[in-house]
């Protein structure tokens, strides 16, 4: 059963590391938490050889240490990296004509922003709102 880690490990971690090398960039990955879990899983290595000396469980903490210093390593190559440039055309109303400027990708969204100028509709409670009084007359 403690078998089954290893594969589930790689391969959380892999997917990770493939979004990380395909926006060249690890985004809002934390620092902290990328080092701690490297340094973390490396001292389970020997806490395990020195508790344990189970080979299983000893591979399985250096196959994480192994994922995470990938992770790591990334952590620094993308530290001041800006992200995937891509282009988006904004369409001009006047003249027709696509203006383009590059923008950048950290796979970070807005939150929040999306509905600001939108109403919420009005709450039930039984009374009718002044559009509802108003469609009536």
Do not use: H
Request: one cysteine or more; proline letters at 2%.
């Amino acid at each position: 059963m403690q078998a089954a880690n290893v594969p589930i490990i790689i391969i959380s971690r892999m997917i990770q590391v493939w979004t990380n090398f395909g926006n060249k960039s690890t985004g809002q990955l934390s620092a902290v938490t990328v080092f701690m879990l490297f340094f973390g899983s490396t001292a389970r290595i020997f806490t395990s050889i020195q508790e344990t000396g189970d080979q299983i469980v000893i591979i399985t903490f250096t196959v994480a240490s192994i994922c995470n210093a990938i992770i790591a390593f990334q952590m620094i190559y993308y530290w001041n990296s800006k992200g995937k440039v891509t282009i988006v055309s904004k369409k001009s109303s006047s003249k027709g004509k696509g203006k383009t400027t590059p923008t950048t990708s950290n796979n970070t969204k807005s939150i929040g922003n999306e509905n600001k100028n939108q109403s919420l509709p009005a709450k039930q409670t039984g009374k009718k709102s002044e559009g509802q009084k108003q469609k009536k007359k």
